[in-house]
């Protein structure tokens, strides 16, 4: 039998030579296999936790998801995507070093917010094959299909403060991910308002940063909406040394042509 020894395998001993390919050789293909498991993870509740955090981040006090008949509006308050931000909407999925047509540097993590992975705005892909991102004159597209992104400017944006996202329905399934048709956004706004104390409470602040107050959740084609509001206080603490805070919530669920409307209430310390 003849045998290579593991010495000759490494080409110590000059019986193999590695191959001479060019690093510009190599290609970057990138299956949507991982992102799309990622996005089939997350319920709708799941995603707007993610937007709020992102808001949070931005120091936005107020925000708003629309469902239309065709697709989601999601508006904030907080301050415009910064340089860094930009960076991370260059690249489909994660943060380092970049890889791919025309990609070069690095994408840094976010630094002292709740987000750090860049992977929260994906989760969007649950309702849509394309994000379109807008804020302060420039656009950022994330596109599911093709694994890509690109960003060009936007005009009507410039000097308006915060972030709109717009994210089109998907009409036909894609992979493990289903379209979002009328019924599915019916349990999704229903999903959304059992989670909203849960998500959004430690999200509201007692010091100069308020965090977030309100959440409005429209549907068009369930003719239906929720209105959160939430404030935060200090209160006092039987135990020395300990502070405390008073968090409450209340929910208005409102759908044309049922009345009352549902109001809840919640309260935590």
Do not use: C
Not at 148 to 158: E, F, L
Not at 172 to 183: K, N, T, V
Not at 204 to 214: D, E, F, H, M, V
Not at 228 to 246: F, H, N, R
């Amino acid at each position: 039998m003849n045998m290579v020894s593991h010495q000759n395998e490494k080409g110590a001993s000059g019986l193999w030579t590695p191959p001479d390919i060019a690093d510009g050789e190599f290609r970057q293909l990138i299956g949507s296999s991982i992102l799309e498991q990622f996005v089939a993870g997350h319920d709708p509740m799941d995603v707007v936790r993610e937007l709020v955090q992102n808001e949070f981040d931005a120091g936005g006090t107020e925000m708003s998801l629309d469902f239309t008949d065709d697709a989601l509006i999601v508006s904030g308050t907080g301050k415009p995507i910064d340089t860094k931000g930009w960076a991370r909407l260059g690249v489909i999925l994660g943060t380092g070093t970049v890889v791919g047509v025309g990609g070069s540097g690095s994408v840094s993590p976010k630094e002292d917010g709740i987000g750090s992975k860049n992977l929260g705005l994906r989760s969007l892909f649950r309702f849509g094959d394309r994000i379109h991102v807008y804020s302060n004159g420039k656009m950022a597209v994330l596109d599911l299909p093709n694994m890509g992104t690109v960003q060009k400017a936007d005009p009507p944006s410039r000097g308006a403060r915060g972030v709109r996202i717009v994210v089109p329905f998907r009409k036909e399934p894609r992979g493990i991910l289903s379209a979002f048709d009328a019924q599915i956004e019916a349990h999704a706004i229903d999903d959304i308002a059992d989670g909203l104390f849960g998500t959004l409470g430690k999200l509201s602040l007692t010091g100069k940063k308020a965090g977030i107050r309100k959440l409005t959740v429209t549907s068009a084609r369930s003719a239906r909406r929720l209105t959160w509001v939430q404030t935060a206080k200090p209160s006092l603490s039987p135990a020395k040394g300990v502070s405390a805070t008073i968090r409450t919530g209340r929910l208005v669920d409102s759908t044309e042509g049922a009345l009352p409307d549902k109001t809840s209430t919640f309260e935590e310390l």
